[in-house]
């Protein structure tokens, strides 16, 4: 167990995280970054970036994320692989426990992102950034004149499904129950789509194409009849929902009903020197951008609040 108080910890090293790294860094706080099981976050394991500014010929997910840490690098934060299993945010320092570690710090940034739901198929982690995509936003002006699907039964389904109806010549929703849960208004705009067919009670068994690391189309089942078929699709939209990484502070800090972190005033959590910034805070737009800016926020929130306590 480390005597060294940090003036920050970082837990994420998404958009966000490396975004507040770079602002405390530059601000000569020192942070540590800690990088949990998705290190980048889910640009990370996204091909090409359109829509952050900068950038016109748009930049692979990766290679941005790559540049943020090596500028944050550049001013002085430091990276360390772990996992944070506990959390004493009541206490002063915060104590971090990664395994038999403890880290002390006066102010911890919680960016630990959202992680999309998949459907957990071997063809379609293979296709991942290929063709299959958990962001309609992201990956939508790609599809343009094609046939495209999207899984889920949710208002998250319904809400990628019409988007993506400005690119695609027709959208296949297909979902594993007879009946959907999204809400009365967004099926009802779905169904009224002249782009959207449904197929309920239809269960995905394999995305084709993997040797061509491209997707040609997927392998679907009736859930009713167990009939197999063929849909012939260039895209596969994942609409199921994102999992938000803050169950370990679960009862130390507002979680809504979904586990999202509760923010007010943009970034600060209920717990004093605790700020959330980026997916794991923000279920609306989950873009790159707005999870830099929330990163940038949180970090000067930071600064602000430790000169405020002397530091």
Known sequence: MSDTI???VILGSGCAGLTAAIYAARANLKPLVIEGHEPGGQLSITTLVENFPGWPEGIQGPELIENMRKQASRFGAEFRMGHLTHAELG???ITLHLGQEAIHTRTLIIASGASARWLGLPSE???IGHGVSSCATCDGFFFSG???AVVGGGDSAMEEALFLTRFATKVT??????HFRASRIMLDRAIAHPKITFLANTLIEEVLGVEEKTVKGVRVRNAVTGEESILPVTGLFLGIGHEPNAKMFTGQIDLDEDGYVQTQNQV?????GVFACGDVQDRRYRQAITAAGSGCMAALEVEKYLEEHGR
């Open 6 to 8: 940090r003036d920050t």
């Open 91 to 93: 206490k002063h320092p």
């Open 125 to 127: 982690q293979a296709l």
């Open 146 to 148: 094609h046939e495209i």
């Open 173 to 178: 929703l297909i979902h594993r129950r007879e």
């Open 268 to 272: 600060f959590t209920r717990v004093p």
